[in-house]
């Protein structure tokens, strides 16, 4: 199984432009969730989904942000307009049954907005 | 709101001394708990996960233990080399299913 898999891995982009930022599922997983790492704070949930349904976007920050299932193995967010305090490591997360068995991260996709 | 604590923050350790790693939570209504090991620039790697049913999980040099009603794990590594060098992460998965990381613990081990 090749694992979580994010791209792009690095991403640099102009204040104001739009982003989208994806990520693939471990085959047979049901649960995804979306992080964001920064130094200051941590790695904060963004967005969780539950067989294609999002459960809770409580932890999007603003209406900037928005993610999507078209399907059950693939996932993404879009941030649009970018803004420099948007840079960050973005996690996805998938697992089986919410969680029964452990979570598996993808390597990321760090984010700079200049 | 499950709120996780790793103490100390930071620890540098001369190789083959063991290590213990705290990891405390609030809420002890937890699904189960998963520690992270985590490179610079890198991603989050799974290292062990403990159901709330169980006491400990153990492999190879690595050792979790879980007290779930005084909310707290611990992880133990076995004479310590420069390879664990990383900052390690405890993740509680609440029954209400949200995941809550700590801060993180970062690892030096002195050659």
């Known amino acids: 199984d090749a694992g979580v898999i994010q791209s792009p891995r690095h991403e640099v982009t102009e204040m104001g432009q739009e982003v989208t930022l994806r990520c693939k599922l471990i085959s047979g997983h049901n649960s995804l969730f979306w992080y964001r790492q920064t130094m200051m704070r941590g790695l904060e949930l963004l967005i969780y989904f539950n067989n294609n349904v999002p459960i809770d976007d409580s932890g999007m920050p603003e209406d900037r942000f928005s993610a999507k299932m078209p399907n059950a193995s693939f996932s993404t967010l879009k941030i649009q307009p970018s803004e420099p305090r948007d840079s960050a490591v973005y996690f996805c997360a998938s697992s089986f049954d919410q969680g029964r068995g452990g979570y598996t991260f993808g390597s990321g996709t760090r984010l700079t907005v200049v | 709101k499950q709120e996780v604590t790793q103490i100390p923050a930071a620890l540098s350790v001369p190789e083959g001394e063991n290590l213990v790693l705290n990891c405390s939570f609030t809420d002890s209504a937890i699904y189960n708990l998963q520690w992270f090991r985590q490179d610079p620039g890198k991603g989050l790697t799974s290292l062990l996960l403990i159901q709330s049913s169980q006491r400990e999980q153990t492999s190879g040099r690595l050792n979790a233990s879980l007290d779930k009603s005084s909310g707290r794990s611990t992880l133990y590594i076995a004479a310590s080399q420069p390879g664990d060098s990383a900052t390690y992460l405890c993740?509680?998965?609440?029954?209400?299913?949200?995941?809550?990381f700590g801060a993180g613990t970062t690892v030096t081990v002195r050659a």
């Open positions: 993740a509680v998965r609440s029954n209400d299913y949200k995941l809550s």
